[in-house]
Nanobody
Framework: QVQLVESGGGLVQAGASLRLSCAAS????????MGWFRQAPGKEREFVGF????????HYADSVNGRFTISRDNAKNTVDLQMNNLRPEDTAVYYC?????????????????????WGQGTQVTVSP
């Protein structure tokens, strides 16, 4: 069982940077792949990025590739999402998710049903 708690959201202007953090409980955090998703008002939850349990394999949505970076610290049980050059269309509630034992990227991991655990989300608002 893994419990996830996101933090770091807020209101920023376009072009700014923001760093989200996800704190995980559980002694087996290091065996979980981590993902970030987001959900804008009136839209479905969408995939943002993936980080394997080894921390060596990443995959990002085209809309954020080159601007967002996922990293993890297994000693601290945390995974971060560094967001640079934010745009108004990045406004959403951001969620971290965990999936057991995934060491490689699979295209189906963009689907929310593939993830076992979810945080409660943190709001990111980007003004023009």
């Amino acid at each position: 069982q893994v419990q996830l708690v996101e933090s770091g959201g807020g209101l920023v202007q376009a072009g700014a940077s923001l760093r989200l953090s996800c704190a995980a409980s559980g002694r087996t955090f290091g065996t979980y792949a981590m993902g970030w998703f987001r959900q804008a008002p009136g839209k479905e939850r969408e995939f943002v990025g993936f980080l394997s349990w080894t921390g060596t394999i990443t995959h990002y949505a085209d809309s954020v590739n080159g601007r967002f970076t996922i990293s993890r610290d297994n000693a601290k049980n945390t995974v971060d999402l560094q967001m640079n050059n934010l745009r108004p269309e990045d406004t959403a509630v951001y969620y971290c998710a965990a999936r057991r034992g995934t060491g490689r990227w699979e295209s189906s991991l963009i689907e929310t049903r593939r993830w076992n655990y979810w945080g409660q989300g943190t709001q990111v608002t980007v003004s023009p």
